[in-house]
């Protein structure tokens, strides 16, 4: 039972540009949720967070929207870099199972100089 | 300060062998989890320590796999009786336990290929 789903497996995005990634989920019980960005053979790496309580949070390029009507939160980088490619990982999890992140399938970012 | 430590890096077994993964987390990480990742999949969550509290056991997929975490620091992954199925990247993570510390140190994962 896929209760994140990230529905792009990938993104081509030219260098400067914004990349948009979105991610849905199902389980309206979830309350924070988290970008992770992973390179390859490397374990993947916290990028941004967001509490429910909130509807965007931003960090440098990152920004990070979050819509729970439409249970749907998008990963905005602008502008996109080179260094940007990796597969970015969307999570969530519960206030009181706060341990058990659930990861989305990944979305592979692939910026063009 | 170093990451979290996974060894073995690489790990080719035959199907039916026993194997074992270890972790070292961050020094003064409370919590440490662990994942998989299936090709082409997302991480499945598996088990997670928090402390000396009894570990959240409820995503391992049988009971050929079991985890202990010596200490409160080190962990080793045990996969019995190993299936090709079990083929997979294990990754290890290990956060600070606090309100709202929900940011994991992810290390850079054992891939298992089992024969």
């Known amino acids: 039972d896929q209760q994140v789903k990230q529905n792009s497996p990938s993104l081509s995005v030219q260098e400067g540009r914004i990349s948009i990634l979105n991610c849905d989920y199902t389980?309206?019980?979830?309350?924070?949720f988290l970008w992770y960005k992973k390179y390859p053979a490397e374990g993947p790496t916290f990028l941004i967070s967001?509490?429910?309580?909130?509807d965007k949070n931003e960090d440098g390029r990152f920004t990070v929207f979050l819509n729970k009507s439409a249970k749907h939160l998008s990963l905005h980088i602008v502008p996109s870099q080179p260094g940007d490619s990796a597969v970015y990982f969307c999570?969530?999890?519960?206030?009181?199972?706060?341990?058990?992140?659930?990861f989305g399938a990944g979305t592979q970012v692939v910026v063009t100089p | 300060g170093a990451g979290v430590s996974q060894s073995p890096s690489n790990k080719v077994t035959e199907k039916g062998k026993d194997v074992e993964l270890r972790c070292d987390p961050i020094?003064?990480?409370?919590?440490l989890y662990w994942y998989r990742q299936s090709l082409g999949q997302g991480l499945e969550f598996l088990i997670y320590f928090q402390g000396n509290s009894a570990p959240d056991k409820s995503g391992l997929p049988s009971d050929r796999f079991s985890a202990e975490r010596t200490g409160g620091s080190v962990s080793t992954l045990t996969i019995q009786r190993t299936q090709q199925e079990d083929s997979a990247v294990y990754l290890c993570?290990?956060?600070?336990?606090?309100?709202?510390?929900?940011?994991?140190?992810f290390g850079p994962g054992t891939r298992l290929t089992v024969t």
């Open positions: 967001i509490s429910s309580i909130k």
């Open positions: 993570a290990s956060s600070f336990s606090s309100d709202g510390g929900y940011e994991q140190y």
């Open positions: 389980n309206s019980m979830f309350d924070y």
């Open positions: 020094s003064g990480h409370t919590a």
């Open positions: 999570a969530a999890s519960r206030t009181d199972s706060w341990g058990k992140l659930q």
